[in-house]
């Protein structure tokens, strides 16, 4: 589904990406750990090219997002994301987020796209919110409704950077909640965290990224519980 | 001193139609203004650092030239050009409009740069365009954050029309010259049209907290 | 950085300082000539308009013209000293009101309505308001310049004489702050005529034969006769009109006259008024 090679990101003389070399398969969920500053939220934004790639290509579904041919914004509504902060708009309601991508972008008609937010946010839990602006929702619930959005746009991927870090910690059980049951349901999702619990139960396979390196890939069972790097070892001796 | 107000009496017709081509001649500056400064604003962020470059200079220089001597340029020299003769009145709105152009382009760059940078990436990654993304998203959030800015902007082109009466369009000031120059009197004019521009700008400025206030309870 | 900020802004400081403290000094001269009346050579403060050739005008920044000879010559002729500033048309009624001018010499047409507020000299010039058109006008006189646009100069007789002509703040009459933007707006194509005094429009038309402008005379007009302006009450009248009188007589003013026009001047036909 995804696959990146020799991926090289740098930021001025700053090189964040080092070589990365991932294969994705579909329906697989592939949750990246490490230390902050290791690169993996660089990682997931250059899959979306949020940021631009300095070197090396990404293929997804077979297409190389790198190629300026590919029309970046058809590949963006094949994937969706979710950010730390939720990024949702202020401006507008609840549904009426959910609604602006599908009918701007996929041009839905309004009914549709309505029908479909509310079926949406009927699946995490927010229905009775569709007229609320963003203010008045909590940490929470704002990011049920960030991943509704990007959900609205019906996509093959789902990205999450850090949906869980800017919240309460009584809230990130109903946004890992979502999460889970997206994941059953097969959608592929690549999840940068610190939720060692929902990398356990979740992810098929669990990254380790330090210094803009993949260190280690593994099943969670397997890195968890028996890590062959000294620097797995040492960080999650660390968050453990 | 004595206060002729039998001579304020006397002009206050030409006062009242010169109050309502200042009001006009703002709200014609603001609106033409706010168009082409939005344009301009955006051809400055351009990231093509050349193709920003005209939209640069202009703002340059509008802000850096005095609005006299751009209201006498466009009514001696841009306005002839194009009609083959002068016309005060569209002198007047064509200087206030590109001079307000200016300063309400930095204000729109300002009000774009101040919306958090995850607005736009989040409406990116749902597949939006740059365009798209601004005009839905960015722009809309903007424009609440600029109503203050745009608000001091029309009360500074309400001062600033009274430069149009050099190139004769009738408006407070030209009136207020013509009874001074009558009569060679300084307070009964000048007195008046400072009223009259004081109560422009502060019923103006009433509105605007009223309107703002609204907007922050939304 | 922060230093040569900090002695930029002190510089700018002194120069401010520096300047205003000519203006009171300037202003405390002035002011001591009117109230005491001293043996020494007083230095009167004469105030124009130098928008207005050739009576005066700005020349390389000094003030020039017709009136400013003709007013050394009186001064000097009286025994004073002057300082001539240009302060613009309107400002010089308020400074001569007040007291803080000593004098105005700017074309200024003596009438009844300023007589309430001023005093005057005697006449000293004879002026007619005249018509500048382009030379394909189709405008031949006064009346002709009904339903056209005519540009003036605010508060000057031309305006009175387009308002006697048209009626008073007729919409046709453009008025402006001194007649060269008055003309530059006729050769813009904003106003059909501008009616103003005759030194003035020959002077321009003269200047600038390539623009090619005329100069009609209509009797409808009247004639005016320009004045010193003095404020009310003041006792330099008697000495400048006695000292006017003598340049009359003793060639001085036909001098002066023959020097900015190249024809003799009237004399008699001056003199004639002050009876």
């Not at chain 3, 031949?140 to 703040?169: F, R």
């Not at chain 3, 103003?196 to 009609?216: G, M, Q, R």
């Amino acid at each position: 589904m995804i696959q990146i090679q020799n991926l090289k990101k740098s930021f001025g003389d700053n090189e964040v990406l080092k070589d990365i070399n991932l294969n994705i398969a579909p329906q697989e969920v592939v949750v990246v750990i490490g230390p902050s500053g290791s690169g993996k939220s660089t990682l997931l934004r250059c899959i979306n090219l949020l940021e631009s790639i300095t070197d090396g290509h990404i293929h997804i579904e077979g297409k190389d997002i790198t190629d300026k041919k590919n029309n970046i914004n058809k590949m963006r509504q094949e994937v969706g994301m979710v950010f730390q902060h939720f990024n949702l708009f202020p401006h507008k309601t609840v549904i009426e987020n959910l609604m602006m991508a599908p009918t701007k972008v996929r041009k839905v008609s309004p009914e549709v796209a309505r029908n479909k937010g509310l079926e949406l946010l009927k699946k995490v839990g927010l229905e009775e919110k569709a007229n609320a602006y963003p203010s008045s929702l909590s940490g929470g619930q704002k990011q049920r409704v960030a991943i509704a959005r990007a959900l609205a746009m019906e996509p093959k991927i789902m990205l999450f950077d850090e949906p869980t870090s800017a919240l309460d910690p009584e809230v990130v059980g109903e946004v890992l909640e979502v999460m889970k049951q997206l994941a059953k349901e097969g959608m592929t999702m690549v999840v940068v965290t610190h939720e060692m619990g929902f990398a356990r139960e979740v992810g098929d396979r669990v990254i380790f990224m330090d210094g803009g390196y993949v260190v280690e890939a593994n099943v969670p069972k397997e890195l968890f519980e028996n890590p062959q790097h000294e620097r797995t070892q040492a960080f999650l001796s660390k968050i453990l | 001193m004595d206060f002729r107000f039998d001579i304020i009496a006397e002009y206050a017709p030409f006062l009242l139609k010169g109050t309502l081509l200042t009001i006009g001649l703002s709200i014609a500056g603001i609106l033409i203004g706010t168009v082409l400064g939005l344009l301009i604003g955006l051809g400055k962020m351009m990231k093509n650092k050349l193709l920003a470059f005209p939209f640069t200079l202009y703002i340059t220089f509008f802000r850096g030239t005095p609005l006299f001597v751009q209201i006498l340029l466009v009514h001696f020299g841009v306005v002839p050009l194009f009609l083959g003769e002068t016309n005060a009145i569209y002198a007047a709105i064509i200087a206030l409009s590109l001079n307000s152009a200016a300063y309400i382009a930095e204000i729109f760059r300002a009000g774009i740069e101040s919306i958090d940078k995850g607005q736009m990436e989040a409406a990116r990654s749902l597949g939006m365009t740059h365009v798209q993304a601004m005009w839905n998203v960015i722009l809309p959030q903007a424009f609440k954050r600029m109503i203050p800015p745009l608000g001091n902007e029309f009360i500074v082109l309400i001062k600033e029309s009274s430069l149009a009466a050099v190139i004769t369009a009738p408006e407070i000031m030209y009136w207020g010259r013509a009874m001074a120059g009558q009569y060679y009197k300084v307070w009964e004019p000048y007195l008046t049209a400072a009223l009259i521009y004081l109560v422009l700008t502060i019923s103006l400025s009433f509105l605007l907290n009223r309107l703002e206030r609204r907007l922050k309870t939304e | 950085m922060k230093k040569n900020i900090l002695a930029l802004l002190s510089l700018c400081v002194a120069i401010v300082l520096s300047l205003s403290a000519c203006g009171t000094a300037e202003e405390t001269t002035s002011e001591g000539n009117s109230s005491n009346e001293g043996e020494e050579q007083k230095t009167l403060r004469v105030v124009t308009n130098a928008t207005y050739a050739p009576m005066e005008y700005l020349d390389k920044g000094e003030v020039v013209g017709f009136d400013v000879d003709l007013i050394k010559a009186v001064a000097e002729e009286a025994g004073y000293e002057l300082t001539i500033e240009h302060i613009g048309w309107d400002p010089i009624f308020v400074e001569t009101e007040s007291k803080r001018a000593d004098l105005a010499m700017a074309a200024i047409t003596i009438n009844d309505e300023r007589k309430q507020t001023f005093d005057f000299s005697v006449p000293y010039f004879q002026s007619t308001n005249k018509i500048l058109v382009p030379n394909d006008s189709e405008i031949e006189s006064a009346e002709d310049l009904k339903g056209k646009i005519v540009a003036v100069q605010n508060g000057t007789t031309g305006q009175a004489a387009m308002d006697a002509l048209v009626g008073k703040n007729h919409k046709d009459v453009k008025k402006f702050e001194d007649n060269n933007l008055a003309i530059m707006e006729m050769e813009s194509g904003g106003a059909a005529a501008v009616v103003a005094d005759n030194a003035v429009v020959e002077e321009y038309a003269k200047n600038n034969p390539n623009k090619n402008l005329k100069v009609i005379e209509d009797t409808s007009f009247d004639s005016e006769f320009y004045g010193i302006l003095f404020p009310k009450g003041s006792e330099l009248v008697e000495e400048f009109n006695t000292a006017l009188n003598t340049l009359f007589d003793n060639g001085k003013y036909t001098e002066i006259y023959k020097k900015w026009f190249g024809i003799e001047p009237n004399i008699e036909f001056l003199k004639e008024q002050q009876q």
